[in-house]
């Protein structure tokens, strides 16, 4: 191996990782399945979409580790919140995570999903993602490169294979009311975002 | 062109590129009337404002661009933070829409004649406008938001910082 690379499927084959929890054959086969084709939506809400297009092309080429974007939240496994999330876009979030179809998962990407980072003191700005809706993943940092993606990623699919955590869906449907009341209290009683654009008076 | 200009109002040189005019709440529909329309003044690149809560007046500066791009006229005019009120200047640039829509969310500035002034960046929002400075951001943070406990073995970053220099500066004295 060429100093400097990490051969991922070896961490993740690694025998530490071993299969330890109680699943049948058939759930570990599909978990395998599962962890091996990860869908990504393409959808980056703050400046660390910017680390996303070096991590899916050629320079990183994350597709060889089975991730690959797709366009609508309908066909995606994952959805990566990359970066600070106003309030703004923090419902379009909700809304395209609600449509994804099970299981799905969230990597949170930033120190602002984590504790609001530089935006700590910003009137507009979330602090805590996982206060409105499941993380399964945080990768930290300011911004965090795309090897650190491609760890979460790898630690993601170890989780999955060997279904290690609860699933962060399981989560946002046994706890729904946590979750709704917490999106409650800053969007009032606006949840459901209005689609309708109000062109009123700009026809000139 | 700026020479023309010169002759009517009072303009100060700035910079090589840069002029500045000032003038009242009252004449300013008549100035940048005449300004697009009589000169190569045609685009407006940019409305800045700043609170100036002491004074209790907003003191916003109109930058215009000229067609080739080569020289900047500030137009600066001061109004009353209280009844906050301007003409809408659309008629003579119409890329003025977004900016005074962004100053209408940001200070509560009303354009009287822009029909735009409905929501942009900030959605339902309640409180006076943000970047007003009676608005205390830290206090409407700690209202709406948890902050996550830092880690119980975290260190003050400040008093680190002092320490390491302290130590570095003991260091070099010792060589000399």
Same mark, same amino acid.
């Given at each position: 191996m060429q100093e400097g690379f990490i051969d991922y499927q070896k961490v993740l084959n690694n025998e530490e990782h071993a299969i330890k929890s109680t699943q049948s054959v058939i759930q570990k086969a599909v978990d395998w399945f599962r962890s091996k084709s990860m869908f990504v939506l393409a959808y !980056?809400?703050?400046?660390? =979409?910017?680390? *996303?297009?070096?991590?899916?092309?050629? $320079? %990183?080429?994350?597709?060889?580790? !089975? &991730? &690959?974007? &797709?366009?609508?939240? $309908?066909?995606?496994?994952? #959805?990566?919140?990359?970066? %600070?999330?106003? %309030?703004?876009? #923090?419902?379009? &979030?909700? $809304?395209? %995570?609600?449509? *994804?179809?099970?299981?799905?998962?969230?990597? =949170? #990407?930033?120190?602002?999903?984590?504790?609001? !980072? *530089?935006y700590w003191d910003s009137y507009n700005t979330i602090k805590r993602l996982e206060d409105y809706i499941p993380v399964d993943m945080f990768v930290n940092g300011c911004m965090p490169r795309p090897e650190a993606l491609i760890e979460g990623f790898v630690k993601l699919q170890d989780n999955i294979k060997n279904a290690k955590k609860e699933a962060g869906y399981i989560k946002y449907r046994e706890n729904n009311e946590f979750y709704k009341a917490n999106q409650k209290k800053i969007f009032g009683d606006n949840i459901e975002p209005s689609y309708e654009a109000n062109f009123e008076g700009m026809n000139r | 062109m700026i020479e023309s200009l010169k002759q009517q109002y009072n303009i100060e040189q700035k910079e090589s590129r840069l002029f500045k005019l000032i003038i009242k709440k009252e004449e300013f529909l008549k100035t940048l009337s005449f300004i697009s329309s009589s000169s190569n003044f045609i685009t407006l690149s940019q409305i800045a404002c700043a609170?100036?809560?002491?004074?209790?007046?907003?003191?916003?500066?109109?930058?215009?661009?000229?067609?080739?791009?080569?020289?900047?006229?500030?137009?600066?005019?001061?109004? @009353?933070?209280?009844?906050?009120?301007? @003409?809408?200047?659309?008629?003579?640039f119409p890329q003025a829409e977004v900016m005074e829509r962004d100053l209408h969310e940001m200070y509560g500035i009303e354009f009287i004649g822009n029909p735009t002034l409905y929501d942009f960046a900030l959605e339902n929002w309640k409180e006076i406008p943000p970047m007003r400075r009676e608005f205390d951001t830290l206090a409407y943070v700690n209202e709406h938001f948890d902050f996550r406990k830092g880690r119980e073995d975290n260190r003050d970053v400040k008093v680190e910082i002092k320490r390491r220099r302290a130590e570095a500066k003991r260091l070099k004295n010792a060589n000399k």
């Open positions: !980056g809400t703050g400046c660390g =979409a910017i680390e *996303m297009p070096p991590t899916f092309t050629s $320079r %990183y080429d994350i597709e060889r580790l !089975g &991730v &690959v974007g &797709v366009a609508t939240p $309908r066909q995606a496994d994952i #959805l990566i919140v990359s970066g %600070y999330c106003s %309030y703004k876009t #923090l419902k379009r &979030v909700i $809304r395209s %995570y609600e449509q *994804m179809n099970e299981p799905k998962f969230i990597i =949170a #990407l930033g120190s602002c999903t984590i504790n609001g !980072g *530089m | 609170d100036w809560i002491e004074d209790e007046i907003f003191k916003l500066n109109y930058i215009l661009t000229t067609k080739e791009r080569d020289k900047n006229l500030m137009i600066e005019l001061e109004i @009353p933070r209280e009844e906050s009120k301007l @003409p809408t200047l659309l008629n003579f």
